[in-house]
């Protein structure tokens, strides 16, 4: 069974930074992306960013040039530094494993961390 934990949320003013961490443990293969979603007050799940396990980035628009994904493969650990944030950041963030197969494809969650951004 794979799990998520995630730490590193919390409350910051506009214009500062937080780092959130993201631990997985479990049957973890190789093929796989790590990712940050983010959910908003009555807004869906959306994309922040992702990395494969080759180091290859994916990052929403709305984030680019201030947020950086980044992993640590021996730890299966994924980063989010989040720099310069916005009070339109504040959502709770989530942790996603994909698991990728010739078969299937497994998605994982962590449990959520709540950043909040004050103007």
């Known amino acids: 069974q794979v799990q998520l934990v995630e730490s590193g949320g919390g409350l910051v003013q506009a214009g500062g930074s937080l780092r959130l961490s993201c631990a997985a443990s479990?049957?973890?293969?190789?093929?796989?992306?790590m990712g940050w979603y983010r959910q908003a007050p009555g807004k869906q799940r959306e994309l922040v960013a992702t990395i494969t396990y080759g180091g290859l980035t994916n990052d929403a628009k709305s984030v680019k040039g201030r947020f950086t994904i980044s992993r640590d493969n021996a730890k299966n650990t994924v980063y989010l530094q989040m720099n310069s944030l916005k009070p339109e950041d504040t959502a709770v963030y989530y942790c996603?494993?994909?698991?990728?197969?010739?078969?299937?494809?497994?998605?994982?969650w962590g449990q959520g961390t709540q950043v909040t951004v004050s103007s």
């Open positions: 479990g049957s973890i293969l190789s093929t796989n992306v």
């Open positions: 996603n494993l994909k698991i990728i197969t010739q078969f299937s494809t497994a998605d994982y």
